[in-house]
């Protein structure tokens, strides 16, 4: 577990409470660490990994959702978890305004789009966190080119 320095500043000009959490980087202990002082309870998937392992796993870490050689392949900033429930039992439990179908096998995490490309033969291309690189299908473009120009 990472050291944590705790202090307290007085300062009279503010009317609550303002936190600041530093770190080299924002990863699953500072997101928790977030989430409890905030009070809000982080949102939950839980799912049985091939080996009937029971997962509990933050939404908001979910880089992608797909099916791979009938494999179901949950990949978030932690890892990969190859995972039991179908994709579309998965997305019938993710928050549809964070989790887009973009292919019929592939769903993503629009928060976690880094780079897109619109390519010249009509194919979007997507960077996701940690270098994850994916394509959408020709059919699921509109929502897709919707969704980043909405967030543009």
């Not at 770190?23 to 309870?41: C, F, K, N, W, Y």
């Not at 908001?60 to 039992?89: A, M």
């Not at 490309?117 to 979007?124: I, P, Y």
Request: with cysteine; charged share 30%; aromatic share 4%.
């Amino acid at each position: 577990m990472k050291k944590i320095n705790i202090r307290f500043e007085r300062d009279k000009a503010l009317d609550g409470i303002d936190v600041l959490i530093r770190a080299s980087e924002r990863d699953a202990a500072v997101t928790a660490l977030m989430e409890r002082i905030s009070g809000e309870p982080p949102d939950v998937l839980t799912v049985t990994d091939t080996g009937g392992a029971v997962l509990h796993i933050v939404t908001d870490d979910i880089i992608s959702v797909s099916v791979s050689d009938k494999l179901n392949l949950l990949v978030t900033e932690d890892g990969c978890y190859t995972v039991r429930q179908p994709l579309q039992s998965l997305e019938s439990e993710l928050d549809p305004g964070k989790f887009l179908r973009i292919s019929r096998h592939e769903l993503i995490n629009t928060d976690k789009i880094e780079q897109y490309e619109f390519t010249a033969n009509g194919t979007l291309r997507l960077v996701l966190s940690g270098g994850v690189e994916t394509w959408a299908s020709r059919r699921c473009i509109p929502e897709v080119r919707r969704l980043i120009q909405g967030k543009g």
